[in-house]
């Protein structure tokens, strides 16, 4: 099994240490579609998955999902979270093993889903109703210092329950897809937004797997490159055995055809120094709900 770069307590020192109260901002990938955003001393959660939930779940059917990387930190351990999104109800973009050590853990935690999906997320944790933050398509929040604008994803279609996110803060902007696959319009919504970093996932379609279908390397580079991403990172590979990918093939496309991409191991931290300075995106205003 593929061990983290940093795993449990050197996972947590690395958060630590980079806490610094200056213009970058700094990621790690969780695995799976999973990132942590910290910048000036608050901490996002993009999609986390950190259980095995769905490994034991599946473990006596004809689909089990047979873990390839070991958990990067036990959600428990994060007790520095602000605010934690679900792009859609699958459970390793809305896992309550790993959402409800978070509640526990983060008094206050902003849960953001999109809005369609408000009471699913409210029966799966056991929540009040009103807990869950929804945003409806092209509706931003803004909590804090930072904006979450929802835009549509199509995994195999588009449809209410499904969303990506572009987080706004300072002169940032990150695209965290959710699960999707590329639609009509897609790249003309997103270039409005002058995003920085995309995280697209990789791991394709493949019908044998019985599973909703993505993005595959090629699709993810190609999509980077026509929104004027300056970076892409992959996500979405190397956490089950039946339905991953080789991130190779978005190397080379990558170097093909001239996209800033970045590779990162699971636990990896990422810093946004090596982009210089931020753009400063200023997008279409859309409605804007929550904490000012």
Known sequence: ????????????????????NDVHFRLWWLGQSGFLVQWRGSHWLLDPYLSDSLTEKYAATDKPH????????DPSALDFIDVVTSSHNHTDHLDGETLRPLLRANRGLRIVVPEANCQFVSDRLGIDPQLPLGVRESESVVIGDFTLTAVPAAHEKLRPEYAGYVVQFGPWAIYHSGDTLIYDGMAARLRKFAIDVALLPINGRAPERRVAGNLNAREAVALAKEIGARLVIPCHYGMFTFNTADPCEFTETAEAIGQPYRVLRCGERWDSRSLGEGRSATPPQPIKRGQP
């Open 1 to 20: 099994m593929i061990r983290p770069v940093l795993q449990n307590e050197e996972f947590l020192a690395d958060v630590r240490a980079a806490d610094v």
């Open 66 to 73: 047979v873990r390839m990387t070991e958990r990067v930190v």
